[in-house]
C-alpha cells in the first residue's frame, strides 16, 4: 500500500519525505487555506521535495472553469494529480483530463454508486473520506471494502482506491488488511503509526545494557 500524506505543510512534508516512507502528497482547499500561503507556489514547492503524485485540488465547481484550473494545475509539474470532487461537473472534468494522460484523484467519494462512476470517468484515484462517514455514524472502512470488491470484479478498472479522512492507525491497519492501492495519512497520523511502548521501554534498556558492555561499534 502507498503512503500519502495529507497536508500542505511544506515543513511538515519535509520532515517526514526524509523517512523515505512518502510516495506522495494530498492537498485541499481546507488544507492550502491553513497554510496562509499561495496555492500554485506551494504545489511547485511540494512536487520538487516529493517526486511522487500531489494532487493539487480546482477550486471552482463548472465544468469549463474546472477544466482551465484542471489544465493550469497539471503544468506545474509532471507530477501534480488533478483532484476534482465528485459530481457531473468534476466527472466531466475527470474525463476530459485523463482522456489527454493528466492523472487525476475524484475526491469527496461517500458511496460505492459514485465510486462506480469515478471509475467510468477514468479517474486515476477515487477518494472515498471513512473518517467523516464514520462522523455520521456510517461505516467507512466498509465502504472501502464495497468498493475494492466491485473494481477487482472488472480487470478493465485502473482505478486506484485512495483511502482519505483517516482519523487514525486503526483506519491504516483495516485498509492494508483490505488491500486499499494508497492510503493518505494527516502526518500525526504517520508519527502514531511509530509508536509502541514497549519498543521504547525494549529501547531503554538495550541501550543501557550495551553502555555496560563498555563497547563501540564504530
Ligand atoms: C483527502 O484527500 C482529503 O484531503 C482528506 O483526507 C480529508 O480529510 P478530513 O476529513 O480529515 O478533512
Given at each position: 500500500m502507498k503512503f500519502f500524506i495529507d497536508t500542505a505543510d511544506i515543513a511538515e512534508i519535509r520532515e517526514l519525505a526524509a523517512t523515505g516512507l512518502v510516495d506522495g502528497v494530498t492537498t485541499n482547499p481546507s488544507l492550502i487555506a491553513k497554510t496562509g500561503r499561495n496555492f500554485l507556489e506551494t504545489i511547485a514547492e511540494i512536487c520538487e521535495i516529493i517526486p511522487g503524485s500531489v494532487?493539487?485540488?480546482?477550486?471552482?465547481?463548472?465544468?469549463?472553469?474546472?477544466?482551465?484550473?484542471?489544465?493550469?494545475?497539471a503544468?506545474?509539474?509532471?507530477?501534480?494529480?488533478?483532484?476534482?470532487?465528485?459530481?457531473?461537473?468534476?466527472?466531466?472534468t475527470c474525463k476530459a483530463l485523463s482522456d489527454q494522460g493528466t492523472e487525476v484523484n475524484v475526491t469527496l467519494c461517500f458511496s460505492a454508486a459514485q465510486a462506480i462512476l469515478a471509475a467510468k470517468a477514468g479517474a486515476t484515484y477515487v477518494s472515498p473520506?471513512?473518517?467523516?462517514?464514520?462522523?455520521?455514524?456510517?461505516?467507512?472502512?466498509?465502504?472501502?471494502?464495497?468498493?475494492?470488491?466491485?473494481?477487482?470484479?472488472?480487470?478493465?478498472?485502473?482505478?486506484?482506491?485512495?483511502?482519505?479522512?483517516?482519523?487514525?492507525?486503526?483506519?491504516?491497519?483495516?485498509?492494508?488488511?483490505?488491500?486499499?492501492?494508497?492510503?493518505?495519512?494527516?502526518?500525526?497520523?504517520?508519527?502514531?503509526?511509530?509508536g509502541h511502548p514497549l519498543t521504547d521501554k525494549g529501547?531503554?534498556?538495550?541501550?543501557?545494557?550495551?553502555?555496560?558492555?563498555?563497547?563501540?561499534?564504530?
Open positions: 494532487s493539487a485540488e480546482v477550486a471552482s465547481t463548472d465544468f469549463d472553469t474546472m477544466l482551465k484550473e484542471g489544465l493550469k494545475l503544468k506545474i509539474a509532471p507530477n501534480v494529480t488533478v483532484k476534482v470532487p465528485l459530481t457531473p461537473a468534476g466527472l466531466k473520506f471513512v473518517g467523516r462517514l464514520d462522523d455520521i455514524g456510517e461505516d467507512g472502512m466498509g465502504l472501502i471494502g464495497d468498493i475494492i470488491e466491485i473494481y477487482a470484479s472488472y480487470t478493465s478498472i485502473t482505478t486506484q482506491v485512495l483511502v482519505a479522512s483517516i482519523r487514525g492507525p486503526a483506519h491504516v491497519i483495516a485498509a492494508a488488511k483490505m488491500g486499499a492501492d494508497v492510503a493518505t495519512l494527516p502526518p500525526a497520523v504517520l508519527k502514531q503509526m511509530f529501547l531503554a534498556a538495550f541501550v543501557a545494557d550495551w553502555a555496560k558492555t563498555g563497547q563501540s561499534i564504530l
